[in-house]
């Protein structure tokens, strides 16, 4: 039981961690959209 109620309290944190990784993604493309592979690649 111990075990199953520390999963359940991880999970909101995952789901966080997955917003954020989504949010991370689009940056990416937008900083793609605006430097180009070339000045990306600087950063």
Known sequence: MGDAGGQFA???KLLCADH???RLQELDVGL???FGPHGYTAL
């Open 32 to 34: 793609l959209q605006l």
């Open 20 to 22: 954020l990784a989504l």
């Open 10 to 12: 991880q999970r909101p």
